[in-house]
T-cell receptor, first 115, second 117 residues
Framework: DQQVKQNSPSLSVQEGRISILNCDYTNSMFDYFLWYKKYPAEGPTFLISISSIKDKNEDGRFTVFLNKSAKHLSLHIVPSQPGDSAVYFCAASAPGTDSWGKLQFGAGTQVVVTP | ETGVTQTPRHLVMGMTNKKSLKCEQHLGHNAMYWYKQSAKKPLELMFVYSLEERVENNSVPSRFSPECPNSSHLFLHLHTLQPEDSALYLC????????????????FGPGTRLTVT
């Protein structure tokens, strides 16, 4: 049973515009969320995270929003750049109950930024 | 990024072969993980090691055998694999024990692309 879902397998966005990636989760014990970016032939790279005590975290062009009541988070990339073209994975963790920090991943969203 | 390295990057093996995947982390972390990524599927956690002790085995078949000789190295020994085991195998590390601050982020290696023929 997949506890973290990314329902959009792909997203195409024009350079300079906003990219919005969505992620839903089902396990209410999750209290820490992460976004990873993956280029072909490379491992996932950590991008940004958010704790459940916050509803927004911003780092440069990347902002993650968390809506706990809806069990939904999103990643905004503004402005989108060609180098942002990659697969983006949403991940969730329950560090309060799981001391080993196991991550549950979504299936990923392929982002293509066009000129 | 050379914090977590994996060798080999690509591996083709027959179903009767025995091979090993190697992972090394240079980040001073004390927990290491093996993940499997099959096409169009989420990353699946296989094993978790903390301070060289296996703390999680996610119902992985015995044809996959992990080894963690120290906190910097992690191996995945493979034998009599099946074609459906063809996938990208990713190693990750994190800091899960004091005295250093505990972090929740995991840092990944580039992966080994495994093909079983």
């Amino acid at each position: 049973d997949q506890q973290v879902k990314q329902n959009s397998p792909s997203l195409s966005v024009q350079e300079g515009r906003i990219s919005i990636l969505n992620c839903d989760y089902t396990n209410s014990m999750f209290d820490y969320f992460l976004w990873y970016k993956k280029y072909p032939a490379e491992g996932p790279t950590f991008l940004i995270s958010i704790s459940s005590i916050k509803d927004k975290n911003e780092d440069g062009r990347f902002t993650v929003f968390l809506n706990k009541s809806a069990k939904h988070l999103s990643l905004h990339i503004v402005p989108s750049q060609p180098g942002d073209s990659a697969v983006y994975f949403c991940a969730a963790s329950a560090p309060g109950t799981d001391s080993w920090g196991k991550l549950q991943f979504g299936a990923g969203t392929q982002v293509v930024v066009t000129p | 990024e050379t914090g977590v390295t994996q060798t080999p990057r690509h591996l083709v093996m027959g179903m009767t072969n025995k091979k090993s995947l190697k992972c090394e982390q240079h980040l001073g972390h004390n927990a290491m993980y093996w993940y499997k990524q099959s096409a169009k599927k989420p990353l699946e956690l296989m094993f978790v090691y903390s301070l060289e002790e296996r703390v999680e085995n996610n119902s992985v078949p015995s044809r996959f055998s992990p080894e963690c000789p120290n906190s910097s190295h992690l191996f995945l020994h493979l034998h009599t694999l099946q074609p459906e085991d063809s996938a990208l195998y990713l190693c990750a590390s994190s800091r899960r024990q004091p005295p250093a601050p505990i972090t929740y982020e995991q840092y990944f290696g580039p992966g080994t692309r495994l093909t079983v023929t």
